[in-house]
Structure formats: structure tokens, C-alpha cells
């Protein structure tokens, strides 16, 4: 368990997009650390009254969260290999919130359109049995 925590990763605490797990560890150390409380209370303090980091910024903008179109893109294999590392960076280093949620949220729909594609072909099929049959005899 890592006892230092960034300033980024306080200001993350406070927008409720820090990783889970780093956010349990910071909640077990800040109630035995006055000086870590004091910390997150200046920086929260500093963002009431308007002042932002630039790594603030871009979090509250969701600067760099790839598009449904690249993040499907990327599910499919299909982009290249640059742009899939980074996608893959901001899934796996920076547990992003953001391209987490997206990534899920096409893959359901991928399942969900696949069950669908299914069903579908089992109902058709299933009322053309009998036609079929006619036809035969």
C-alpha cells in the first residue's frame, strides 16, 4: 500500500474519479493523518474558489476520453497501434472512469445486439418450420 498521494490524485478523490481501490487507501490514511486531511481540505478549498490545475481541466472536460466511434474502433481491433496503446494506457495506468464506463457500456451493447441477432434468427426460423414442411410434401 503506498502512503504518498498526489495533489492530482487528491483533486481525483474529490471529483469522485479516483480508482476505488487508491480511494480506500486514501480514506483509511486520512483519518490518521492530519497533515494528508489538511492537504485535500486546501485543495478543495482552492477549487471552490475557481482556481484549477490544468490536469483539473482536463479531467472535468474529459479531455483525451476516446469517442464511442474510437473506442469501438478499438474493441474491434482496428486501430492502430499508437492510438490502441494509448487507449489501452488509459484503461490500465490511469483507470480512467470515463473510458472504463465506455468501454463497458459498447461491450454491452455488443452482447445485448448479439442476444437480439439470435433470438431473432430462432423466431424466424421456428415460424418457417411449419412452411417448410408444407412446401416439401
Known amino acids: ?31 490518521n493523518d492530519e497533515s494528508l486531511l489538511k492537504r485535500l481540505a486546501d485543495i478543495n478549498s482552492r477549487r471552490s474558489s475557481g482556481r484549477h490545475t490544468l490536469g483539473g481541466i482536463w479531467r472535468q472536460n474529459q479531455i483525451g476520453v476516446p469517442s464511442p466511434d474510437e473506442m469501438g474502433s478499438f474493441l474491434l481491433g482496428v486501430l492502430d ?20 464506463a465506455l468501454k463497458s457500456d459498447l ?17 424466424i426460423y421456428e415460424s418457417s418450420v411449419g412452411l417448410l414442411k408444407k412446401n416439401a410434401e
Request: contains cysteine; aromatic residues 8%.
Open 1 to 31: 500500500m503506498s502512503k504518498e498521494f498526489s495533489d492530482a490524485e487528491l483533486d481525483c478523490y474529490i471529483e469522485e474519479t479516483l480508482d476505488a481501490g487508491r480511494a480506500s487507501e486514501l480514506e483509511l490514511q486520512l483519518r
Open 81 to 100: 497501434d499508437q492510438h490502441a496503446d494509448y487507449i489501452q494506457f488509459r484503461l490500465d495506468v490511469l483507470k480512467c472512469p470515463f473510458t472504463i
Open 107 to 123: 461491450e454491452n451493447q455488443q452482447s445485448e445486439s448479439e442476444d437480439t441477432s439470435v433470438k431473432r434468427r430462432a423466431k
